[in-house]
């Protein structure tokens, strides 16, 4: 199971964290991504990482204003989000994936999926 948390309402220019729990599971055996979904819209890649953490994978539109971590002692990643735009309000899906190479971090196939968390950015 896969718990994602952090979201919330913050004004332009400002951050939040995005924490995803990971229960069940040991993290280390996953590739972990976020992805992100607002109203209308389909649901887009925002960043990935690897089992290690030492490879990351971003979206061109959060590239430089978000970071991607992990602690696997605390089976948890997280997403670290700077510089946040209304464009960035959405609903933000942490997701696991035992079998994922670096090429196919964007793709949505992953195993399995977090229940979402609200991000608004208010102008």
């Known amino acids: 199971q896969l718990q994602a948390s952090g979201g919330g309402l913050v004004q332009a220019g400002g951050s939040l964290r995005l924490s995803c729990a990971a229960s069940g599971r040991t993290l280390s055996s996953y590739v972990m991504g976020w992805f992100r979904q607002a109203p209308g819209k389909e649901r887009e890649f925002v960043a990935a990482n690897s089992r290690t953490g030492g490879s990351t994978y971003y979206a061109d539109s959060v590239k430089g204003r978000f970071t991607i971590s992990r602690s696997n002692a605390k089976n948890t990643v997280y997403l670290q989000m700077n510089s946040l735009t209304p464009e960035d309000t959405a609903v933000y899906y942490c997701?696991?994936?035992?079998?994922?190479?670096?090429?196919?971090?964007?793709?949505?196939?992953?195993?399995?999926w977090g229940q979402g968390t609200q991000v608004t950015v208010s102008s």
């Open positions: 997701a696991a994936d035992k079998t994922k190479i670096y090429s196919d971090y964007p793709q949505p196939n992953y195993d399995y």
